[in-house]
């Protein structure tokens, strides 16, 4: 009896294991859930807040971070490649649901059910747009409002991108104030050196950048209210609260946690200070008092906050995340263009094969060229239902087609006639001329079209950090948002000598195929 009892003990306790054990997977998978930021500092920041909130409720969450512009993050958060991103209630109001200024809660509230979207937990502060100049340019042209801008008509104006099309960007703040100006477009990221080199004299800016305290920028008042209120809110899926529950009590419980000043010195440990995305937010939710927690001003804020040293930049190259996102670079260069030499030998083939086809042929591959790589990731993204590697090894495998088409389509027309019809005397089918006498003669050419291929797409394949697909091009955007050269040249300097790896090795490739008796072998 005295052994039964603790026999039977030991198997409760046994199959109690197990089936925690079984269980757990299923629960933990429940608690999964991916969270987006738009490609801009603030942005970046309070996706990683909500990304370590989620892991405090025992979720494993994702941060996809950098994606692009509003329309990008909508259609990923639309299709359920995220689940919550941090935005702007005038944003989502103006941009993204198109309603008019000071709608109300309900309206906004109905159309994003429309979409299985909802909006909530108001984090405490707002972040507008405004229109900002230098202190010499604003005093030499009298500007202090956005009417002032009327009696300037010489001013150079770059805006970003994003808000020179925007619904509640320059072209209804210029029909407002009848502006006479015609901006041209530059990255956010750039704008604030472009103001201090004085290469530019107005940019737009969001009113809670460190930068503006930092390099004593006047401030155009929007004199006409012209501006929606862009409290800090989040956008997600309108399932996240009952599908992650746990995940949401600690998303949820943000709210009203960050005002304006901690918001600015948080932007400022990144901008000015060097200071990494992750322990920013670690910070914060830790409950540690930044430097900034108690200066009231804009500028105190921004200063006030410890310099950290700048890494070297082999440091920051080889440093961190340089494997992983090698890695990434790597697997979507090889699967694009693998995909893209399966499609485009066969199309070449056909190119050479029927003369009338051929001109088609070659006009679609090269039309593709010319379409913008951010826009057909951003169309992909609605048409496969997802963000991340998928839509990226789509758009990188259409950009290398072309090359790959036309020197199939050249090197199969190199073989004189009287070779084809030399195979063509011995018996051979057509597939069996293609296979041992056409190919093995065009090889050559072939091989450059792949290698020109493949160089090109180390470069275009940095744009897939924009849709969440890693690799180097994921530095490259952080580097631009925060304005940090050696960010920015941490993912272009990698990037760049991947190519002229690859460049080397085919160049041997090619040597070996031009020796006597290559092909044949």
Avoid: C
Wanted: charged share 15%; no cysteine.
């Amino acid at each position: 009896m005295n052994v039964i009892r603790p026999l039977r003990f030991a198997a409760h306790a046994l199959a109690f294991l197990m089936a925690g054990a079984l269980l757990s997977p299923a629960l933990h998978a429940a608690e999964q859930l991916a969270i987006g930021s738009k490609r801009f500092t603030e942005s970046y920041i309070l996706g990683e807040v909500i990304t370590q909130a989620a892991r405090q409720g025992g979720a494993t969450a994702e941060h996809r971070q950098g994606l692009g512009n509003t329309a990008v993050v909508v259609e990923a958060l639309k299709t359920g490649s995220i689940d919550v991103y941090p935005e702007y209630l005038g944003t989502v109001e103006r941009e993204i649901l198109k309603l008019p200024t000071g709608s109300s809660r309900q309206a906004i509230d109905q159309k994003l059910r429309e979409m299985g979207l909802a909006l909530g937990v108001p984090l405490g502060f707002s972040n507008g747009y405004a229109l900002a100049a230098s202190a010499e340019v604003a005093r030499k042209h009298g500007l202090q409002t956005l009417g002032d801008l009327q009696r300037a008509p010489d001013l150079r104006i770059a805006i970003s991108q994003e808000f020179l099309g925007r619904e509640d960007g320059w072209p209804g703040l210029a029909r407002r104030y009848q502006l006479p100006q015609r901006p041209t477009s530059i990255d956010h990221g750039l704008s604030y050196q472009a103001l201090a080199s004085q290469r530019i004299d107005l940019t737009d800016i969001y009113t809670t950048d460190a930068r503006i305290a930092d390099l004593g920028l006047v401030t155009l008042q929007d004199d006409a209210n012209y501006f929606p209120r862009y409290d800090a809110v989040l956008l997600y899926r309108a399932d996240l609260p009952t599908r992650a529950p746990q995940a949401w009590r600690q998303i949820a419980a943000l709210e009203g946690r960050i005002d304006v000043t901690r918001m600015i010195a948080m932007n400022a440990q990144a901008e000015l200070h060097g200071q990494a995305f992750p322990a920013i937010a670690a910070d914060f939710l830790a409950g540690k008092a930044t430097p900034a927690a108690a200066p009231a001003t804009a500028s105190s804020a921004a200063s006030a906050a410890p310099a950290q040293a700048r890494p070297s930049l082999s440091s920051a190259i080889f440093g961190g995340n340089f494997w992983r996102l090698t890695r990434d670079h790597l697997w979507l260069v090889a699967v694009s263009v693998g995909i893209a030499v399966l499609i485009g030998i066969p199309l070449g083939t056909l190119a050479a094969a029927r003369a009338w086809l051929g001109q088609g042929i070659l006009g679609f591959v090269g039309l593709l060229q010319t379409v913008p790589s951010l826009a057909l990731l951003a169309a992909l993204i609605p048409l496969l239902g997802r963000i991340g590697t998928v839509p990226a090894i789509v758009a990188l495998s259409l950009y290398a087609l072309l090359p790959i088409v036309r020197n199939t389509a050249v090197g199969l027309m190199q073989v004189p006639k009287g070779t084809q019809q030399a195979a063509v005397a011995l018996g051979m089918t057509p597939a069996q001329s293609w296979r041992l006498v056409l190919l093995p003669l065009a090889l050559p050419v072939i091989i450059a079209g792949v290698k020109t291929a493949t160089v090109m797409t180390v470069g275009t394949a940095t744009i897939a950090a924009f849709i969440g697909a890693g690799g180097y091009g994921e530095r490259i955007a952080q580097g631009l948002a925060l304005n940090d050269g050696t960010t920015l040249l941490a993912g272009a300097i990698p990037s760049a000598g991947l190519a002229v790896l690859i460049q080397v090795v085919f160049e041997v490739v090619e040597r070996m195929f031009r020796q006597p008796g290559a092909a044949a072998s």
